[in-house]
């Protein structure tokens, strides 16, 4: 089976990532595609204290609506800090009958040369890198074997301010999934 890795912080996830993941599901020839929630950076501290719970719940809440998209707190039982070549590698061994692809932003794809093990990732699996604005996507030429660009929508929607614009009070209902909105009004998350 062909897996798509599409995992972040999700704090908390929106509807960029919920127009990503459906994209990807249905135009990119993966069978399922996981929603890998990761463990919070604690160098992050503007990030807040959401726990892992809330955010992988909020994360289902988006799953649930689309086909073949599943969430996952694999990440949580890694050791920390996990690194996504340590993901994918635990994951292949955990699964060695399935296909890893691993999905990943424009952003993350101009820095990928420094991230943890990238030698390691590309010769393993394969990276489908999605648009973001601002960035250029250049696959050098030994990569295109295992790199594909996506041609998904271009989404800018931001966490960060989605999360200090719930602080001040103000209506994110357009930057949110109907029911991740009214979780995050429920119990009161970024409002502190």
Not at 55 to 70: D, G, H, P, T
Not at 150 to 163: G, L
Request: hydrophobic letters at 40%; charged letters at 25%.
């Amino acid at each position: 089976m062909k897996i798509g890795i599409f995992g972040g912080t999700f704090n908390p996830i929106h509807v960029g990532h919920a127009i990503i993941a459906n994209y990807v599901i249905r135009h990119c020839g993966l069978d399922k595609l996981w929603l890998m929630v990761s463990p919070l950076n604690p160098f992050k501290v503007e990030q807040g204290e959401v726990n892992d719970v809330h955010r992988l719940r909020m994360a289902q809440l988006v799953s649930r609506r689309l086909e073949n998209v599943e969430t996952s707190g694999f990440e949580f039982s890694l050791p920390r800090p996990s690194y996504t070549v340590d993901t994918m590698n635990a994951l292949s061994k955990k699964f060695p009958d399935d296909e890893f692809y691993l999905i990943i932003g424009a952003d993350n794809w101009e820095a990928f040369d420094r991230w943890a093990g990238h030698d390691e990732l590309l010769a393993k699996y394969h990276v489908m890198v999605y648009p973001r604005e601002g960035y250029k996507i250049e696959i050098p030429e030994q990569y295109k074997a295992h790199v594909q660009v996506i041609d998904a929508p271009v989404v800018e929607v931001s966490s960060t301010v989605i999360r200090q614009e719930i602080k001040d009070m103000q209506n994110m209902s357009y930057y949110l999934p109907d029911d991740v909105y009214r979780y995050i009004l429920e119990n009161k998350l970024y409002m502190d």
